[in-house]
Structures are given as C-alpha cells and as structure tokens.
Nanobody, 117 residues
Framework: QVQLVESGGGLMQPGGSLRLSCLASGSIFSTVAWYRQTPGKQRELVATKTRGGITQYADSVKGRFTISRDDNRNTVTVNLQMNSLKPEDTAVYFC???????????WGQGTQVTVSS
C-alpha cells in the first residue's frame, strides 16, 4: 500500500525558512514533486526531482527553494527547503510521487504553510 505522509508546515515571517518533508512508502518511485494550492486556484507545480537527479522549479521559487530526495528500498524521503519566504508562498503544499510499479500518481494529505508578519 502506497502512502505519502508530509510534515513541517507552519507559520513563518517573511524572509524566514521552513523545511517540508514527505515520506513516501510502499513502492519504488520515479519522479517526486511538491505542489501547492491556494483557495480558488488550481494546484501548481513547485518543484520536481527524478530518480536520476534532474530537478525543475517553478520560476517563482527558483533560487529560494531546493528539492531533495533520499531513496531507500521501497521508500523515499522528499524534502523541500524553502528560504527567503514571501507572503505569496502561503498555500497548502502537497507531496506527489509516481510509482514505477503501478504507474500511478500518489498524493500526500497536504501541509499548510503560512508566511505572514
């Protein structure tokens, strides 16, 4: 059974840093990613990282956010280091992982990030 469990959200002042973590288990995962969503808007891609190490970032977070992954057998830990946070980074952040085994895409439950003074 595939599970994605996120942690690390919270309230931070502008200019601060937060680190999100996601433990994906139950499969072997190819591309992993972080998305975010604000009320009334579509979920948007923040960052992705392939199993081979290729990363991509949304223009709005380039130079501020860093995605990393640590693969172990049938689990992967996916981190998102967020620096120089801005109020517009406020959103619910979702972890996403694509399974090699099933071909399916899986989502975490989401974690709230609020950037406010």
């Amino acid at each position: 059974q595939v599970q994605l469990v996120e942690s690390g959200g919270g309230l931070m002042q502008p200019g601060g840093s937060l680190r999100l973590s996601c433990l994906a288990s139950g499969s072997i995962f190819s591309t992993v990613a972080w998305y975010r969503q604000t009320p009334g808007k579509q979920r948007e891609l923040v960052a992705t990282k392939t199993r081979g190490g290729i990363t991509q970032y949304a223009d709005s977070v380039k130079g501020r956010f860093t995605i990393s992954r640590d693969d172990n057998r049938n689990t992967v830990t996916v981190n998102l280091q967020m620096n120089s946070l801005k109020p517009e980074d406020t959103a619910v952040y979702f972890c996403n992982a694509l399974s090699y085994v099933t071909g399916g895409t899986y989502w975490g439950q989401g974690t709230q990030v609020t950037v406010s003074s």
